[in-house]
């Protein structure tokens, strides 16, 4: 079975700082990855997903990287702003079609 | 938005009574899911589906079962719920080609 870690669990940093996110998982063979944030109360919201031959994915202020061969994922946030408050969470799916989640990471940007 | 709804979004019901919780979506995406979130474990799979009438167990299946008989809903039951079975229950699809993963609203369950 796919064992997720992400840490810190919480993180709270001042507006305009860079920083970054990690994931790791124990199986190295993995389909893909991807990355969410959950609002509190709120559903999840996809952010990046990389796929196994990729090795990182970039979505406006939002970079995420993956290393397959040491189980690791990072999602780097640039300039972050007090929207970006929230629980960020990594999946990793095996197969494409089982995924396993970290506990996340709940992030506090201070204005 | 990929077009999930959950119903209902709220419900309380007591210990021993049958719950159904109903997964709407209108892509017709052929893989559904049904995730538990508690404290402390993030979230689980309990059961998902790649089709009309084919489904499998995640993670934690015991206690519930599942339904597909249209492709677009996907219907969780508790045959008989207990208060280990309170939590906030999400519904997902993936995108067939890379099944990237989005989520519906969620839908809280306590159990008393």
């Known amino acids: 079975k796919q064992e997720v870690t992400q840490i810190p669990a919480a993180l709270s940093v001042p507006e305009g700082e860079n920083l970054v996110l990690n994931c790791s998982f124990t199986d190295s063979a993995i389909y893909n990855l991807q990355w969410f944030r959950q609002d509190p109360g709120k559903g999840l919201t996809s952010l990046l997903l990389?796929?196994?031959?990729?090795r990182e994915q970039t979505s406006g202020r939002l970079n995420a990287s993956l290393d397959k061969s040491s189980g690791r994922s990072t999602l780097y946030i640039a300039a972050s702003q007090p929207g970006d408050s929230a629980t960020y969470l990594c999946?990793?799916?095996?197969?494409?079609?089982?995924?396993?989640f970290g506990t996340g990471t709940s992030l506090t940007v201070i204005p | 938005d990929a077009g999930i709804t959950q119903s209902p979004r709220h419900k309380v019901t007591e210990t021993g009574t049958p719950v159904t919780l109903r997964c709407h979506q209108t892509?017709?995406?052929?893989?559904m899911y049904w995730y538990r979130q508690d404290p402390g474990h993030g979230l689980r799979l309990i059961h998902y589906?790649?089709?009309?009438?084919?489904?499998d167990k995640g993670e934690v299946s015991d206690g519930y079962s599942v339904s597909r008989s249209k492709t677009e809903d996907f219907l969780l039951t508790l045959e008989s719920a207990t208060s280990s079975q309170t939590s906030v229950y999400f519904c997902?699809?993936?995108?067939?080609?890379?099944?990237?993963?989005?989520f519906g609203p969620g839908t809280r369950l306590t159990v008393t």
């Open positions: 997902a699809i993936s995108v067939d080609s890379v099944h990237e993963q989005y």
């Open positions: 990389i796929q196994s031959s990729q």
């Open positions: 999946a990793v799916s095996s197969t494409g079609n089982q995924f396993y």
């Open positions: 589906s790649y089709g009309v009438k084919d489904t």
């Open positions: 892509e017709n995406h052929r893989y």
